[in-house]
C-alpha cells in the first residue's frame, strides 16, 4: 500500500479502540458471566444446563432446522444463480433486484406478514374456505420456522453464488460441453466445484443467523416451538438470568466457530483455483 | 487429393443487425490444415464456432462426413476445439484436464493412463500430469490444451487464435509443432488467425476472409503470388496497389505507360486493379527503370530496407537489401511477370478494407 507501516498503524487506531470496547470487552463478560455462579465464582454448572433436555432440545431443533433452511437456501440459490448468469445481458437487473428487495424490508415486518399469511385465519385458510377445502395447520409448525428463515435469508445465499458464478469464464463451460460434457456434466464437474467458495460463504452466512435467530421462531413458532434463540432472550429478559443466558451463548458462538473452521478449511483447499 | 470431410453450404450468420457471415460455401478436406484469416471483424471465428456447434447459422447446412450436423449441440460432434484464452479447468491438475474428455466418453481408466501418456508426448510435456494446470506457463498451458484436445482423438481440431497470448519465439516454435502434430496424427486441423504470417508459414490451404465473406480459397503460394482481388493483395504481405487499364492481353498501362504483363483474357480497356509486390521493384538509376522518382523515405528492418519512392503522384513500396538516402533520384524497374492484374470490386462488400 501507499501508506507505511506507521501511517497504517495510526489509521487503524479508532477501529481497535472501537473493537476492544465493542466487541472484546463485552465478550469477556459474556465468558465471564457463563462460567460463573451468581457469588462470583467458577463454574460450569451453567453451561452444564446444555445437557438437560429443555435445553438440549432446543439446541438438537435449532441445528436442525438451520441445517435444513441452509440446503433449501442452496437447493434453491444454484437455479436460480444460473438463470440469473445466462441472462446476465439483458433483463437480470429487475430479477436480481426482486431478491435483493427483501435485504432493504425489515425483516420483523416480513416475517410478521408470513405470521398473517399462515395463521389459523390468515390469507391461505380464508381462500381454503372459500374453496370449501379444509383448514390447514402452518403455523407454529417447524415448517412455518424453517419457511421464514428461508424467506428471510435465502439472498444472503444468491448473492456470493452469483458472484462466484460470474466469475467462471463462459469458454470454459464450452470446453466442457466441447469435451462431450452434456449439461449436468458440465454442472457436476465444472461449475460445481468452481462455485464451492460462494456455496460455503452463502452457507455461513445463512447457517449462522438461521441458528441464533430468536425472531423468525418467536413469531412463526408462536412460542411453542422453543429455539436456541428464544431460550436465551428468555434467560435474560424474563428470568433476568445472565449467568445462564450467557453460558448458552457461548455455547453457540463454539458451534458457530465450529461452522466457521470447517467452512474455512474447505475455503483453503480450494482457494488455488481462485487465484 | 483427399476426401471432402466438412463441407459449409450457404452459411450465413447475424447477430442482431450485424451480419457477420454471408454466402458461406467452403469445403474442407480430411487432414488438411487450412488457415482462416482475415482481420478482426470478417467472421472467421464465428465460422470455427458454427463448425465447433457454439452457434448455429441462420441460415445453410454443416455437413460433417456426409451428415448433416447444422443443429448438432458440441457434445455430439467428432469435433474438439482448442480456444483462445486454452480455458484449461483451473481445478482439475494436468492429468484431470486430459482425462475429462474420455472419462466423459466412458473409457477404461487403463485407456486414459496411456492416452494421457501419448498425449503429453505428443506435445513434449513428459511427466506433467499432476502439475497445477494455474502455474504452468501460457506456452504450456497451450500445450495441455491441445493435448486435452487431441486425446478424444477427433477428426477435426479447432484452433481459434490458439498461438496470439503467446511471445514470439515461442510462437515460432508453436507453429512448427501444431504442423508436427497435424501431419503426426492426420487430425484435420482448421485455425483460424488474422496473422498472414502464421497463415503462410503453416497451412496447406487459407481461407481469405472480409467483412462477412470470403476473398479466395487456395495455397499459401497461390494467394500470395496471385492475389484474386485488392484485399486479398493488400491483406496479405506489403502490395503496391494501382489503378490500371488493361489496353490488350499482356499489356496494361498505368500511370499513362503501356507495359507489358503476363495476364491475359480482359477486355480492353477495362478498369483494374494493378498488383506490385515490393520485393520485385528493382531500384536503377534515374531513366534506366520504367518509372522515374525520389526516395522520400527510408526504414530498415534488419534484413531490408522499406524505400518509398514518389513517382507519378504515387508512393510507391520498395523493399530492397541495400539502403538508399533520402532525395535521392531513382527509376523502379519491375519483371512483367511480377505485375499481378486483378479484377476491380464489383460490389461494396469486396471493397478493400483500408484500415486493416
Redesign the interface.
Known amino acids: 500500500m501507499m501508506f507505511n507501516l506507521n501511517t497504517r498503524n495510526f489509521l487503524l487506531t479508532p477501529f481497535l479502540i472501537w473493537a476492544g470496547l465493542f466487541i472484546f470487552i463485552p465478550l469477556v463478560f459474556i465468558v465471564w458471566y457463563g462460567v460463573t455462579d451468581y457469588d462470583g465464582n467458577f463454574s460450569l454448572t451453567n453451561v452444564g444446563l446444555i445437557f438437560e433436555r429443555g435445553y438440549l432440545d432446543a439446541l438438537e431443533l435449532s441445528i436442525a432446522l438451520a441445517l435444513i433452511s441452509t440446503v433449501i437456501c442452496l437447493l434453491l440459490a444454484y437455479p436460480l444463480c444460473l438463470i440469473l448468469t445466462e441472462r446476465r445481458r439483458d433483463n437480470s437487473t429487475i430479477i436480481s433486484l426482486l431478491f435483493i428487495l427483501p435485504l432493504w424490508m425489515n425483516s420483523l415486518l416480513s416475517t410478521m406478514a408470513w405470521q398473517t399469511i399462515l395463521e389459523g385465519n390468515g390469507i391461505i385458510n380464508q381462500f381454503m374456505r372459500l374453496l370449501s377445502l379444509p383448514d390447514l395447520h402452518m403455523i407454529n409448525t417447524e415448517g412455518a420456522i424453517v419457511l421464514g428463515m428461508v424467506y428471510n435469508y435465502l439472498p444472503y445465499m444468491v448473492l456470493p453464488l452469483y458472484i462466484s458464478l460470474t466469475k467462471i469464464d463462459k469458454r470454459i463451460l464450452e470446453a466442457a460441453r466441447d469435451l462431450g460434457a452434456n449439461s449436468w456434466q458440465t454442472f457436476t464437474k465444472i461449475i460445481l466445484p468452481l462455485t464451492i467458495p460462494g456455496a460455503i460463504s452463502g452457507i455461513t452466512m445463512v447457517f449462522i443467523p438461521a441458528l441464533t435467530t430468536f425472531v423468525i421462531s418467536a413469531l412463526l413458532g408462536g412460542g411453542k416451538l422453543l429455539l436456541i434463540g428464544n431460550i436465551i432472550e428468555q434467560e435474560f429478559t424474563f428470568q433476568y438470568d445472565w449467568h445462564v443466558g450467557c453460558a448458552l451463548s457461548v455455547i453457540l458462538m463454539v458451534f458457530i466457530v465450529l461452522n466457521m473452521l470447517l467452512t474455512a478449511a474447505f475455503d483453503t483447499s480450494h482457494e488455488e483455483e481462485d487465484f | 487429393m483427399e476426401r471432402e470431410l466438412i463441407r459449409l453450404e450457404n452459411v450465413a450468420k447475424s447477430f442482431g443487425n450485424l451480419l457477420v457471415l454471408d454466402e458461406i460455401d467452403l469445403s474442407i478436406r480430411e487432414s488438411e490444415f487450412i488457415t482462416l484469416l482475415g482481420p478482426s471483424g470478417c467472421g472467421k471465428t464465428t465460422m470455427l464456432r458454427i463448425i465447433?456447434g457454439?452457434e448455429t447459422p441462420d441460415t445453410g447446412r454443416v455437413i460433417f462426413d456426409g451428415k448433416d450436423i447444422t443443429n448438432l449441440?458440441?457434445?455430439r460432434r467428432p469435433?474438439?476445439?482448442v480456444?483462445?484464452?486454452y480455458?484449461?479447468?483451473?481445478?482439475m491438475n494436468v492429468e484431470e484436464n486430459i482425462a475429462?474428455?474420455p472419462k466423459?466418453?466412458g473409457k477404461s481408466s487403463d485407456y486414459i493412463r496411456d492416452k494421457i501418456k501419448y498425449a503429453l508426448k505428443l506435445v513434449n510435456l513428459e511427466g506433467y500430469e499432476k502439475h497445477?494446470v494455474?502455474k504452468l506457463s501460457g506456452g504450456q498451458q497451450q500445450r495441455i490444451a491441445i493435448a486435452?484436445?487431441v486425446v478424444?482423438e477427433p477428426k477435426v481440431l479447432l484452433l481459434d487464435e490458439p498461438l496470439s497470448a503467446l511471445d514470439l519465439k515461442l510462437r515460432r516454435n508453436m507453429r512448427r509443432e501444431l504442423v508436427r502434430i497435424n501431419k503426426e496424427t492426420g487430425i484435420t486441423f482448421i485455425f483460424v488467425t488474422h496473422d498472414q504470417e502464421e497463415a503462410l508459414s503453416m497451412s496447406d490451404r487459407v481461407v481469405v476472409m472480409n467483412q462477412g465473406y470470403i476473398q479466395q480459397v487456395g495455397t499459401p503460394e497461390n494467394v500470395y503470388n496471385e492475389p484474386e482481388n485488392a484485399f486479398v493483395a493488400d491483406f496479405i504481405g506489403d502490395s503496391n496497389i494501382i489503378d490500371g487499364v488493361m489496353v490488350r492481353d499482356k499489356v496494361v498501362r498505368i500511370f499513362g505507360r503501356e507495359y507489358p504483363c503476363v495476364d491475359e483474357g480482359f477486355p480492353a480497356e477495362c478498369p483494374v486493379d494493378v498488383q506490385i509486390r515490393p520485393e520485385d521493384i528493382k531500384l536503377a538509376a534515374p531513366s534506366e527503370g520504367a518509372f522515374n522518382g525520389v526516395v522520400t523515405r527510408v526504414v530498415f528492418w534488419g534484413m531490408s530496407y522499406d524505400i518509398n519512392v514518389e513517382a507519378d503522384g504515387f508512393e510507391w513500396l520498395v523493399q530492397s537489401t541495400t539502403g538508399r538516402t533520402v532525395g535521392e533520384e531513382v527509376s523502379l524497374h519491375v519483371a512483367p511477370e511480377n505485375i499481378q492484374i486483378m479484377s476491380k470490386p464489383q460490389s461494396e462488400d469486396e471493397e478493400v478494407a483500408h484500415d486493416v
Open positions: 465447433g457454439f449441440p458440441p457434445n469435433i474438439n476445439t480456444f483462445q484464452k480455458s484449461l479447468f483451473s481445478h475429462f474428455g466423459i466418453a497445477d494455474t486435452r484436445a478424444n
